[in-house]
């Protein structure tokens, strides 16, 4: 008897739009097309699509856009959705202290409504592949983890969540209080634990962990090099925050010797497995050290100017080679909670202390794009629209009033007003229609959260 037969895959059709492929060449097409088969982009090329393309399910006019390759979070700390806007004028140290003891009462429902915001908000927003580094776990508190990764599957989007963990409270010279943080051994046992429980591993993977003590001040030298050891072993990536301030650097010269980057060195946290998020105080021997390793970097232009905490180096890490990536980071320094908004935050800024050439429209799409996928080390399957990677993409808008006068269309994404989403797909999935979320209730994220928020204030509140 004959195997039975797979059914053809079901074709969307989108043509008559602006492409930018952000592929090696950075191609780019006045007026395309994309086909997606089933969760593949098929093919994508000028004019409209090919004539006789079979079992087509939907076909889109994409007059007045532009499509692009899904945008690529690379560091976020979901669980700040409920306490943004706290500790508005402090620097990085004050803001952490300021805020611990609330973090510290957070619980599953609240990570989960609160994980579910910061989706909402960045999925919303032209985001295809999430990342969250969640690093508190209060004991008692449920599955914080499980609740992230459960909020990322209801809405539909890929997900790169770091199983973070702190052991150096205050009493043994850290920053965080002891109540926030884990003993070394039950960290790693839990890191373990989430791996073996939810990491694919797969080309098609809607979710891959990877492993993330918080920070040099607030994390043991036995748990970096273990946690290093750890993720090695299991075939996972690295994550962590580096050279974020001066404070920072000033701690790890007092504390082991020697600067963030080469603290990092020698406890086996540089190679092309780790990506770091900041590293906004790095002299040249750093900026080669990550050049030289393949070490990449989370660029969070409006964390880092909300917290006063620096400009990164990031055309220089650019030129160098480095990967480099755009995060949100944390909506309790990022209130926006969106990544689209970052493309123009990081240019601007880039300009005011580089200059003119600093980084151009295109070198901003591609840091959010292709540059994310490489940092999350998913560049074979996500960041640009090429025959074979997956169906990860996003229609702009660009007819209407707030950009219809920018011929360029690149320039009129990254430059002008936050564009509209027509059209989000992941996994050749749609996820957002004309700017609305298709796979949950808007609505029902919002009141949730604001109630969440608010339990979470007057628990903080009664000690």
């Not at 660009?398 to 002008?416: E, F, M, R, Y």
């Not at 919002?446 to 109630?451: C, E, L, V, Y």
Request: charged residues 20%; proline residues 6%; aromatic residues 4%.
């Amino acid at each position: 008897m004959a195997a039975p037969t797979a059914p053809p895959p079901q074709r969307i059709v989108i043509e008559n739009c602006a492409v930018a492929t952000v592929d090696a060449h950075d191609t780019e097409y006045a007026s395309g097309h994309v086909v997606v088969a089933g969760n593949r982009i098929e093919s994508v090329g000028p004019g409209p699509a090919p004539e006789g393309v079979a079992h087509v399910v939907r076909r889109v006019d994409g007059t007045g856009h532009l499509v692009t390759p899904g945008l690529v979070n690379t560091h976020h700390h979901f669980y700040q959705w409920l306490t943004r806007g706290l500790a508005q004028n402090a620097p990085l140290f004050d803001w952490l202290v300021a805020l611990y003891p609330t973090w510290a009462r957070i619980d599953e429902p609240m990570v989960h409504a609160a994980a579910q915001g910061s989706l909402a908000m960045m999925v919303r927003g032209g985001v295809t592949t999430a990342m969250d580094h969640h690093y508190v776990f209060p004991r008692g508190s449920g599955d914080l983890l499980g609740a992230e990764i459960r909020a990322a599957r209801e809405m539909g989007v890929r997900f790169s969540p770091a199983r973070g963990s702190m052991d150096l409270g205050r009493s043994a010279g850290g920053l965080p209080p002891d109540f926030a943080v884990e003993t070394t051994e039950a960290a790693l046992i839990a890191t373990e634990e989430a791996i073996d429980t939810h990491h694919d591993p797969s080309y098609d993977s809607m979710l891959r962990i990877a492993v993330a003590p918080c920070s040099p001040f607030s994390v043991s030298t036995d748990l970096l090099r273990e946690a290093a050891e750890l993720a090695r072993r299991k075939g996972v990536r690295l994550h962590t925050h580096g050279s974020e301030t001066v404070e920072e650097e000033r701690f790890c010269k007092e504390r082991f010797g020697m600067g963030p980057t080469d603290y990092f060195e020698s406890t086996g946290w540089l190679g092309d497995d780790v990506w770091m998020a900041h590293c906004v105080h790095m002299n040249d021997a750093d900026v080669a050290a990550f050049a030289r390793t393949g070490t990449g970097v989370a660029h969070c232009p409006s964390s880092n100017a909300r917290l006063a905490a620096g400009t990164a180096r990031v055309p220089d890490l650019i030129g160098a080679g480095v990967p480099v990536g755009l995060g949100v980071d944390g909506t309790a320094s990022n209130e926006s909670g969106e990544l689209h908004t970052e493309l123009r935050n990081a240019l601007l800024i880039h300009r005011l202390a580089g200059g003119p050439d600093a980084l151009t429209v295109r070198q901003a799409l591609r840091l959010a794009t292709y540059g994310g996928a490489q940092v999350l080390g998913r560049a074979d399957g996500i960041g640009s629209l090429e025959a074979g990677k997956l169906a990860d993409l996003v229609l702009w808008k660009l007819d209407g009033i707030g950009h219809s006068t920018i011929a360029d269309p690149v320039a009129a994404l990254v430059l002008g007003a936050p564009a509209p989403v027509t059209l989000s797909l992941i996994d050749g999935r749609p996820v957002v229609e004309d700017g609305r979320l298709t796979t949950v209730d808007e609505d029902l994220i919002a009141r949730t959260a604001r109630d969440e928020a608010r339990r979470l204030a007057r628990i903080a509140a009664d000690g």
